[in-house]
C-alpha cells in the first residue's frame, strides 16, 4: 500500500502542455490528501478540474452556466431530455441504459438556479470511462427529439384517449414533478425568497419551473438555449479520484475534439443592492380540516456579499452557525423562548450556491398578528450582538465545525467527491478561485488572526451585513385551505376554455399527436441501437464481496465490535441498546426519548451548555431506532443506537459528555421539552410530501412484519399522530411524558442490553477503548424481566389524505428470509422492475415522476411504490400487470445481465468509513455473516431468464394473498380512486386539529 495519509505526488507540472491542454495550477491539500490540477483547454477554453486523490470512487461532472430568462423550466427540461439519447447513442432513454447497465455509483443530473451538472462516478475504470465517455456525447450532441420535449418537459391529452369529449389536460415529466414541488410549503418559502432577494437577476425565475408557466415552452426556445450554453468554451469539467491527470486529459481531448471556441456571455450578473427592505405576503397549502390558527411562516431574508469574495463568505458562515447553528445559538434561542412560534422555518440558514449570498431566518406556525414582533425580536437580538458580542466558547465551537467537516469523508448518498464539487462550484462558477474553499486550515487560521487582532469582528460583520444591510425581504407566508383546489379549479377552468376553443379537428389532432407519443414510449429500441452503449461483461464484475476489518472484543464486559478503518483521525462510536422488550405501550415514545435526552440539559449544564459543549467537542451526536429480521427470518432485533464521533484528541470529552446525557439529562426544562417536541413534530409533518412514497411504503408495510410496525410507529404517520397527540395535550400530558421517559431510561440503558461499535484507525480505537470503561462503570449491570411485545397485525388498503396535488402509490408484499434462495432473485426482480416495465409504465408513459420497486429483506418488505404521481387506480392496475408480466414471461438475457450487473451495484455501493463500520453492526444483528453474502452475491451472478420466471411465478402467486396498500394523495383524488377500485381504500386524515 503506498503511503495514504498524505496527498498524491504531483504528477504534472504547471505550465506544462499536453494533449491540447495547459496545466494552471497545481496545489496540495494534504488535510484532505488531495493534489488539484487546474487546466484548460487551448482550443475552446473547456475548464477542466482534476483533484486528484486516493478515492476509487472516481467522479466526472459536466457543469454548464444556464441562466434562465423565464420560469419555463427550461434548464430542468434540457437536463431531462440531453440524457435521453444523440446521435451516436441514438436509444430512447440512455440515461436509463446507464443506470441498469454500469456499475455506476452515482450517476444524476442537477439543475441549479443558474448551473446543470452532469456527474457520474465508478469504482471500476473500464466502466468510469464508458459512463463519461457517453455522459459527454450525450450532453454536446444530444438528439432532442421533439418527442422527448413532449414527455419530458410538456404535452396534451385526454384523459381518456380516443374520447375527445374527455377532459384535455396537460401531462409531462418535468410538469408532473414541479407540481409536487409547487405543493411542499418548504419548496414554496424558498422560492419566494430567491425570487424576492434577487428580483433583478436570473434567480427571480424558477430554473426548474413553474408548472403554470412550463406549458408556454416550445420545442425551439428548447433547441435554442442548448445551442447557446452547452459548448465546450462555456463548460466546466469536475473530476475527482484516482485515476492520473494525464489518463483524463487523453479522454477528454478525443471528447474535445472538433469543437471551436464560441462566443458566449453566460456570466451570472449581480443583483444591485435594494436601498429599502422589502415586504412579499404569499400563502401555501394546508388540509381542508386544519385549523388556520398558529400557521403563519415569517422569514427574513437578507442579501449579502458576493460568493467569490472568499473569506467574508466564510465569516458570514459563521456567523450564521453563530446565529441559528445550534441550540446554544443566540438568535435561534431568542425565537423559540419567545413562544411566538413552534420552531424555525426549514429555511433558515445560509444559502452559499448563489452568487450573492442569502441568510434566512424565520419562524414557523406562528400567529399572523405576531409577525411584528417576529420582526422586532430578530432585530433587537441582532443588535445586542452588535452591542454585547457572541460568546467566545460559542465562537471557538464553530471553528471547531468546520475544521471537523473540512476533515471528515463523508458519502452518504452522495459520493465524497461531489461534497467537494459543491464547494469548487461555489467559487469557480463566478470566475472566482475553485481551489479557496478546499483550504480549511489555512481558512481558519486566517479567521483566528484576524478574530486575535479585532476580538469584535464578528459582531462588527453582524452589524454590517445584518443590522445596517437594507437589502431583505420579510416574507410572510398564510395557510390557504384551498389553495390547490384553487389552483386546480384554474387550471380547468383553463383547459376547459382552452378546449371549447379550439375545432373539433384541432382535437382530433391532439388526440392523435397524444398517441403518437403514446406509441413512440411503447416501441422498442432497435438492438442496433441498444449496442451501440458499451457495456461491462459480467466477467468484469467482481466476484467476491468486500469485507469490513471487525474484530470482537470485550470493553469490561461488554461486547464490542472494532473496524480498524482509514478515518482521517476522526473516531465513530455507536452504543447500541436492545429495546425488543420494550412494552408495547413505550414504544411509540421511543423517538421521543432519542430525541429529548441528546436536545437537554443535563448533569447541571443548561441544554444551551450541552449544545455548546457538543459542537466544541464532537462532529455530530445523534441515536437512531433501528430493526430487522435475523438471516433467517427466525426472529426480529430492535435496536436504539446513540452514535457520536470526534477527533482524536477532543475523545476522553467527547466520552464525557455522552456519559451525562445518557445518565444525568434533565426532563425537568419544560419549555426546552415542549419545543423539541414541536420541532420532532414539524419536521416529521413536513417530510411527507417530499417523500411521501415512504411514507406509503411505512404504512402498507406496518400491516406485514413486525419490524415494518415498527418503522411506521417510530417513523410513519403513526408516528406523527402520536406527537401531535403529545404536542397538543402537553400541559395535561407532560408528567406523564417525563416518567415515561424516565421508565425507558431505566429499561433501556443497562451493561446487559448494549454492545457498542467502533470505528476509527489504531490510535483512536485506544483512546476509545482507554476512556470508555468509565462510561461502562456508570451503567447498571442487568434489567429485571424481559417480555417481548409483539404488535398484531393484518393487511390494509389505506387512503391517506394530505395537500398535494400529485399521489404517492404503495402496493407491498412480504418476502422471504436473507438466506432464502429466492431471495437473490427478489433482489434482481426488484431492480428489473424499477429499471424496466415501472419505469416504462409508471414514469415514461403514465408521466409521474417516479415509479419503482424495492426488496428490502431487513423489515421483510418488497414494495412497488409510485412518486408524484397523476394516477392512484392505473397505477395499482400496473403493479398487478407487472406481476402477471414476469409471471408468464421470461426477460431476455441482455436484460438478464443488466439487471444482474445494477444489483451488484447496490450491493457495491461504496460506504463511508462511518457507514462501514455502521453496517457492519447492524448485520451483527441479523446475523448475516460474509459467508452468506458471498453466497447472495453468488445467487446473483448465477441468475437466469429461468430461474428468475420460476421464482417470480411462485412468489407472486403467494405472496399477493398478503398484499397490503397504502395511498397518500389529496381527498378528491382518493375519493375519485375509491369509485373505480374494487377494494376501497379507508380513508383517512393526517391533519393537527
Ligand atoms: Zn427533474
Same mark, same amino acid.
Given at each position: 500500500?503506498?503511503?495514504?495519509?498524505?496527498?498524491?505526488?504531483?504528477?504534472?507540472?504547471?505550465?506544462?502542455?499536453?494533449?491540447?491542454?495547459?496545466?494552471?495550477?497545481?496545489?496540495?491539500? +494534504?488535510?484532505?490528501?488531495?493534489?488539484?490540477?487546474?487546466?484548460e483547454?487551448?482550443?475552446?477554453?473547456?475548464k477542466?478540474?482534476?483533484?486528484?486523490? *486516493?478515492?476509487?470512487?472516481?467522479?466526472?461532472?459536466?457543469?454548464?452556466?444556464?441562466?434562465?430568462?423565464?420560469?419555463?423550466?427550461?434548464?430542468?427540461?434540457?437536463?431531462?431530455?440531453?440524457?435521453?439519447?444523440?446521435?451516436k447513442?441514438?436509444?430512447?432513454?440512455?440515461?436509463k441504459?446507464?443506470?441498469?447497465?454500469?456499475?455506476?455509483?452515482?450517476?444524476?443530473?442537477?439543475?441549479?438556479?443558474?448551473?446543470?451538472?452532469y456527474?457520474?462516478? !465508478?469504482?471500476?475504470?473500464?466502466?468510469?470511462?464508458?459512463?463519461?465517455?457517453?455522459?459527454?456525447?450525450l450532453?454536446?450532441?444530444?438528439?432532442? @427529439?421533439?418527442?422527448?420535449?413532449?414527455?419530458?418537459?410538456?404535452?396534451?391529452?385526454?384523459?381518456?384517449?380516443?374520447?375527445?369529449?374527455?377532459?384535455?389536460?396537460?401531462?409531462?415529466?418535468?410538469?408532473?414533478?414541479?407540481?409536487?414541488?409547487?405543493?411542499?410549503?418548504?419548496?414554496?418559502?424558498?422560492?419566494?425568497?430567491?425570487?424576492?432577494v434577487?428580483?433583478?437577476?436570473?434567480?427571480?425565475?424558477?430554473?426548474?419551473?413553474?408548472?403554470?408557466?412550463?406549458?408556454? @415552452?416550445?420545442?425551439?426556445?428548447?433547441?435554442?438555449f442548448?445551442? #447557446?450554453?452547452?459548448?465546450?468554451?462555456?463548460?466546466?469539467?469536475?473530476?475527482?479520484?484516482?485515476?492520473?491527470?494525464?489518463?483524463?486529459?487523453?479522454?477528454?481531448?478525443?471528447?474535445?475534439?472538433? *469543437?471551436e471556441?464560441?462566443?458566449?456571455?453566460?456570466?451570472?450578473?449581480?443583483?444591485?443592492?435594494?436601498?429599502?427592505?422589502?415586504v412579499?405576503?404569499?400563502t401555501y397549502?394546508?388540509?381542508?380540516?386544519?385549523?388556520?390558527?398558529?400557521?403563519?411562516?415569517?422569514?427574513?431574508?437578507?442579501?449579502?456579499?458576493?460568493?467569490t469574495?472568499?473569506?467574508?463568505?466564510?465569516?458570514?458562515?459563521?456567523?450564521?452557525?453563530?446565529?441559528?447553528?445550534?441550540?446554544?445559538?443566540?438568535?435561534?434561542?431568542?425565537? /423559540?423562548d419567545?413562544?411566538?412560534?413552534?420552531?424555525?422555518?426549514?429555511?433558515?440558514?445560509?444559502?452559499?450556491?448563489?452568487?450573492?449570498?442569502?441568510?434566512?431566518?424565520?419562524?414557523?406556525?406562528?400567529?399572523?398578528?405576531?409577525?411584528?414582533?417576529?420582526?422586532? @425580536?430578530?432585530?433587537?437580538?441582532?443588535?445586542?450582538?452588535?452591542?454585547?458580542?457572541?460568546?467566545?466558547?460559542?465562537?471557538?465551537?464553530?471553528?471547531?465545525?468546520v475544521?471537523?467537516?473540512?476533515?471528515?469523508?463523508?458519502?452518504?448518498s452522495?459520493?465524497?467527491? /461531489?461534497?467537494?464539487?459543491?464547494?469548487?462550484?461555489?467559487?469557480?462558477?463566478?470566475?472566482?478561485?475553485?481551489?479557496i474553499?478546499?483550504?480549511?486550515?489555512? =481558512?481558519?487560521?486566517? /479567521?483566528?488572526?484576524?478574530?486575535?487582532?479585532? +476580538?469584535?469582528?464578528?459582531?462588527?460583520?453582524?452589524?454590517?451585513?445584518?443590522?445596517?444591510? +437594507?437589502?431583505?425581504?420579510?416574507?410572510?407566508?398564510?395557510?390557504?385551505?384551498?389553495?390547490?383546489?384553487?389552483?386546480?379549479?384554474?387550471?380547468?377552468n383553463?383547459?376547459?376554455?382552452?378546449?371549447?376553443?379550439?375545432?373539433? !379537428?384541432?382535437?382530433?389532432?391532439?388526440?392523435?399527436?397524444?398517441?403518437?407519443?403514446?406509441?413512440?414510449?411503447?416501441?422498442?429500441?432497435?438492438?442496433?441501437?441498444?449496442?451501440?452503449?458499451?457495456?461491462?461483461?459480467?466477467?468484469?464484475?467482481?466476484?467476491?464481496i468486500?469485507?469490513?476489518p471487525?474484530?470482537?472484543?470485550?470493553?469490561?464486559?461488554?461486547?464490542?465490535?472494532?473496524?480498524?478503518?482509514?478515518?482521517?483521525?476522526?473516531?465513530?462510536?455507536d452504543?447500541?441498546f436492545?429495546?425488543?422488550?420494550?412494552?408495547?405501550?413505550?414504544?411509540?415514545?421511543?423517538?421521543?426519548?432519542?430525541?429529548?435526552?441528546?436536545?437537554?440539559?443535563?448533569?447541571?449544564?443548561?441544554?444551551?451548555?450541552?449544545?455548546?459543549?457538543?459542537?466544541?467537542?464532537?462532529?455530530?451526536?445523534?441515536?437512531?431506532?433501528?430493526?430487522?429480521?435475523?438471516?433467517d427470518?427466525?426472529?426480529?432485533?430492535?435496536?436504539?443506537?446513540?452514535?457520536?464521533?470526534?477527533?482524536?484528541?477532543?475523545?476522553?470529552?467527547?466520552?464525557?459528555?455522552?456519559?451525562?446525557?445518557?445518565?444525568?439529562?434533565?426532563?425537568?426544562?419544560?419549555?426546552?421539552?415542549?419545543?423539541?417536541?414541536?420541532?420532532?413534530?414539524?419536521?416529521?409533518?413536513?417530510?411527507?410530501? +417530499?417523500?411521501?412514497?415512504?411514507? =406509503?411504503?411505512?404504512?402498507?408495510g406496518? =400491516?406485514?412484519?413486525?419490524?415494518?410496525?415498527?418503522?411506521?410507529?417510530?417513523?410513519?404517520?403513526?408516528?406523527?399522530?402520536?406527537?401531535?397527540?403529545?404536542?397538543?395535550?402537553?400541559?395535561?400530558?407532560?408528567?406523564?411524558?417525563?416518567d415515561?421517559?424516565?421508565?425507558?431510561r431505566?429499561?433501556?440503558?443497562?451493561?446487559?442490553?448494549?454492545?457498542?461499535?467502533?470505528t476509527?484507525?489504531?490510535?483512536?480505537?485506544?483512546?476509545?477503548?482507554?476512556?470508555?470503561?468509565?462510561?461502562?462503570?456508570?451503567?447498571?449491570?442487568?434489567?429485571?424481566?424481559?417480555?417481548?411485545?409483539?404488535?398484531?397485525?393484518?393487511?390494509?388498503?389505506?387512503?391517506?389524505?394530505?395537500?398535494?396535488?400529485?399521489?404517492?402509490?404503495?402496493?407491498?408484499?412480504?418476502?422471504?428470509?436473507?438466506?432464502?434462495?429466492?431471495? =437473490?432473485?427478489?433482489?434482481?426482480?426488484?431492480?428489473?422492475?424499477?429499471?424496466?416495465?415501472?419505469?416504462?409504465? /409508471?414514469?415514461?408513459?403514465?408521466?409521474?415522476?417516479?415509479?419503482?420497486?424495492?426488496?428490502?429483506?431487513?423489515?421483510? @418488505?418488497? !414494495?412497488?411504490?409510485?412518486?408524484?404521481?397523476?394516477?392512484?387506480?392505473? #397505477?395499482?392496475?400496473?403493479?398487478?400487470?407487472?406481476?402477471?408480466?414476469?409471471?408468464?414471461?421470461?426477460?431476455?438475457?441482455?436484460?438478464?445481465?443488466?439487471?444482474?450487473?445494477?444489483?451488484?451495484?447496490?450491493?457495491?455501493?461504496?460506504?463511508?468509513?462511518?457507514?462501514?463500520?455502521?453496517?457492519?453492526?447492524?448485520?451483527?444483528?441479523?446475523?448475516?455473516?460474509?459467508?452468506?453474502?458471498?453466497?447472495?452475491?453468488?445467487?446473483?451472478?448465477?441468475? #437466469?431468464?429461468?430461474?428468475?420466471?420460476?421464482?417470480?411465478?411462485?412468489?407472486?402467486?403467494?405472496?399477493?394473498?398478503?398484499?397490503?396498500?397504502?395511498?397518500?394523495?389529496?381527498?378528491?383524488?382518493?375519493n375519485?380512486?375509491?369509485?373505480?377500485?374494487?377494494?376501497?381504500?379507508?380513508?383517512?386524515?393526517?391533519?393537527?386539529?
Open positions: 500500500m503506498s503511503d495514504q495519509s498524505n496527498s498524491p505526488q504531483p504528477t504534472l507540472q504547471t505550465g506544462e502542455e499536453l494533449y491540447g491542454f495547459k496545466v494552471l495550477r497545481i496545489k496540495t491539500f +494534504p488535510e484532505i490528501r488531495v493534489t488539484a490540477y487546474e487546466i483547454h487551448k482550443k475552446t477554453g473547456a477542466v478540474l482534476h483533484l486528484h486523490s *486516493f478515492d476509487r470512487e472516481n467522479l466526472y461532472a459536466i457543469g454548464f452556466r444556464t441562466p434562465p430568462s423565464d420560469s419555463t423550466g427550461l434548464p430542468h427540461i434540457l437536463e431531462h431530455s440531453v440524457l435521453a439519447g444523440s446521435e447513442y441514438p436509444l430512447k432513454d440512455v440515461f441504459e446507464l443506470m441498469r447497465s454500469t456499475l455506476q455509483t452515482f450517476i444524476n443530473a442537477f439543475t441549479y438556479p443558474d448551473k446543470t451538472i456527474p457520474v462516478a !465508478s469504482q471500476i475504470k473500464k466502466d468510469f470511462f464508458n459512463l463519461a465517455r457517453v455522459y459527454t456525447d450532453v454536446l450532441h444530444p438528439r432532442m @427529439l421533439k418527442e422527448t420535449f413532449l414527455q419530458e418537459g410538456h404535452h396534451l391529452e385526454f384523459t381518456t384517449p380516443d374520447d375527445l369529449a374527455s377532459d384535455l389536460i396537460i401531462s409531462g415529466i418535468v410538469y408532473n414533478e414541479m407540481k409536487g414541488a409547487y405543493s411542499s410549503s418548504d419548496s414554496l418559502i424558498y422560492k419566494v425568497l430567491q425570487e424576492n434577487y428580483p433583478d437577476s436570473v434567480y427571480a425565475f424558477d430554473s426548474g419551473g413553474d408548472p403554470d408557466v412550463i406549458p408556454t @415552452l416550445t420545442y425551439e426556445q428548447f433547441r435554442e442548448h445551442r #447557446t450554453y452547452y459548448s465546450p468554451t462555456n463548460t466546466r469539467f469536475f473530476i475527482y479520484g484516482d485515476i492520473t491527470t494525464s489518463e483524463h486529459l487523453v479522454f477528454l481531448s478525443e471528447m474535445l475534439s472538433g *469543437f471556441r464560441v462566443e458566449i456571455d453566460s456570466s451570472i450578473k449581480s443583483q444591485n443592492r435594494l436601498t429599502a427592505p422589502r412579499i405576503r404569499n397549502p394546508i388540509g381542508k380540516d386544519e385549523s388556520l390558527r398558529h400557521k403563519t411562516m415569517a422569514n427574513i431574508a437578507w442579501m449579502m456579499s458576493d460568493n469574495d472568499y473569506e467574508t463568505s466564510l465569516i458570514l458562515e459563521i456567523i450564521s452557525a453563530l446565529l441559528v447553528g445550534s441550540a446554544a445559538s443566540p438568535l435561534r434561542k431568542a425565537l /423559540i419567545s413562544g411566538l412560534g413552534e420552531d424555525l422555518t426549514p429555511v433558515s440558514g445560509i444559502e452559499a450556491d448563489l452568487k450573492q449570498l442569502m441568510f434566512c431566518v424565520g419562524l414557523r406556525n406562528a400567529q399572523s398578528s405576531d409577525v411584528q414582533k417576529i420582526e422586532k @425580536l430578530i432585530f433587537d437580538t441582532l443588535q445586542n450582538i452588535v452591542e454585547n458580542g457572541f460568546d467566545n466558547e460559542l465562537i471557538e465551537g464553530v471553528l471547531h465545525q475544521e471537523f467537516h473540512g476533515k471528515e469523508i463523508v458519502r452518504g452522495y459520493p465524497y467527491g /461531489i461534497a467537494l464539487m459543491g464547494n469548487v462550484f461555489q467559487t469557480w462558477l463566478y470566475d472566482g478561485d475553485p481551489l474553499g478546499l483550504d480549511f486550515p489555512l =481558512a481558519i487560521k486566517n /479567521i483566528r488572526e484576524r478574530w486575535t487582532v479585532d +476580538p469584535q469582528i464578528f459582531q462588527k460583520m453582524t452589524k454590517q451585513w445584518f443590522v445596517d444591510n +437594507p437589502h431583505r425581504v420579510l416574507a410572510i407566508m398564510e395557510p390557504d385551505a384551498d389553495f390547490n383546489d384553487k389552483k386546480e379549479k384554474t387550471y380547468q383553463k383547459m376547459a376554455e382552452f378546449k371549447s376553443s379550439l375545432p373539433e !379537428s384541432k382535437l382530433a389532432q391532439i388526440n392523435a399527436q397524444a398517441k403518437e407519443l403514446k406509441k413512440f414510449q411503447s416501441e422498442q429500441d432497435s438492438p442496433q441501437a441498444a449496442a451501440t452503449i458499451p457495456k461491462l461483461k459480467l466477467e468484469d464484475i467482481p466476484k467476491s468486500d469485507t469490513i471487525t474484530q470482537n472484543s470485550l470493553i469490561r464486559d461488554v461486547p464490542a465490535l472494532e473496524h480498524d478503518i482509514f478515518t482521517n483521525g476522526i473516531a465513530y462510536v452504543l447500541a436492545d429495546i425488543a422488550h420494550v412494552p408495547e405501550e413505550l414504544q411509540p415514545y421511543l423517538p421521543l426519548m432519542g430525541k429529548i435526552i441528546t436536545g437537554m440539559g443535563a448533569a447541571g449544564f443548561s441544554y444551551e451548555e450541552m449544545a455548546k459543549r457538543i459542537a466544541l467537542k464532537m462532529g455530530g451526536l445523534g441515536y437512531d431506532l433501528s430493526t430487522g429480521f435475523s438471516a427470518a427466525g426472529s426480529t432485533w430492535q435496536k436504539v443506537i446513540i452514535s457520536f464521533n470526534a477527533l482524536y484528541r477532543n475523545l476522553p470529552d467527547a466520552i464525557n459528555i455522552l456519559s451525562d446525557i445518557i445518565f444525568a439529562s434533565d426532563l425537568s426544562a419544560e419549555a426546552r421539552m415542549k419545543d423539541l417536541i414541536s420541532e420532532r413534530k414539524n419536521n416529521l409533518q413536513s417530510a411527507i410530501v +417530499p417523500s411521501g412514497h415512504i411514507f =406509503a411504503k411505512m404504512a402498507a406496518a =400491516a406485514l412484519t413486525v419490524p415494518a410496525y415498527r418503522d411506521e410507529q417510530w417513523h410513519g404517520r403513526t408516528q406523527l399522530k402520536f406527537i401531535q397527540n403529545i404536542a397538543n395535550d402537553f400541559g395535561r400530558s407532560k408528567q406523564d411524558l417525563r415515561k421517559l424516565e421508565l425507558l431505566k429499561i433501556i440503558f443497562n451493561r446487559e442490553n448494549l454492545v457498542i461499535n467502533l476509527a484507525e489504531d490510535a483512536g480505537l485506544k483512546i476509545v477503548k482507554d476512556n470508555i470503561p468509565e462510561l461502562l462503570d456508570r451503567l447498571p449491570a442487568s434489567v429485571t424481566a424481559k417480555t417481548e411485545a409483539k404488535p398484531s397485525l393484518f393487511p390494509v388498503s389505506a387512503g391517506i389524505s394530505i395537500p398535494a396535488q400529485v399521489s404517492y402509490v404503495a402496493y407491498v408484499l412480504k418476502t422471504p428470509a436473507y438466506t432464502d434462495q429466492a431471495s =437473490a432473485l427478489l433482489m434482481i426482480s426488484a431492480k428489473e422492475l424499477s429499471n424496466n416495465y415501472l419505469y416504462k409504465h /409508471i414514469r415514461v408513459q403514465g408521466g409521474a415522476y417516479g415509479g419503482m420497486s424495492s426488496f428490502d429483506q431487513s423489515l421483510g @418488505l418488497f !414494495s412497488f411504490l409510485s412518486y408524484r404521481d397523476p394516477h392512484i387506480v392505473e #397505477t395499482l392496475q400496473i403493479f398487478k400487470d407487472a406481476q402477471a408480466f414476469y409471471s408468464q414471461n421470461e426477460i431476455s438475457i441482455g436484460d438478464m445481465e443488466k439487471a444482474i450487473i445494477s444489483t451488484i451495484g447496490m450491493v457495491d455501493k461504496p460506504l463511508d468509513p462511518a457507514g462501514r463500520g455502521y453496517i457492519a453492526l447492524i448485520r451483527s444483528f441479523a446475523g448475516i455473516n460474509d459467508d452468506m453474502r458471498q453466497k447472495l452475491r453468488n445467487g446473483i451472478l448465477s441468475a #437466469t431468464p429461468r430461474k428468475l420466471k420460476n421464482a417470480l411465478v411462485d412468489y407472486f402467486s403467494l405472496a399477493t394473498k398478503s398484499a397490503s396498500v397504502a395511498v397518500y394523495s389529496a381527498p378528491e383524488k382518493l375519485e380512486a375509491n369509485k373505480r377500485l374494487e377494494e376501497k381504500l379507508v380513508m383517512e386524515n393526517l391533519s393537527d386539529e
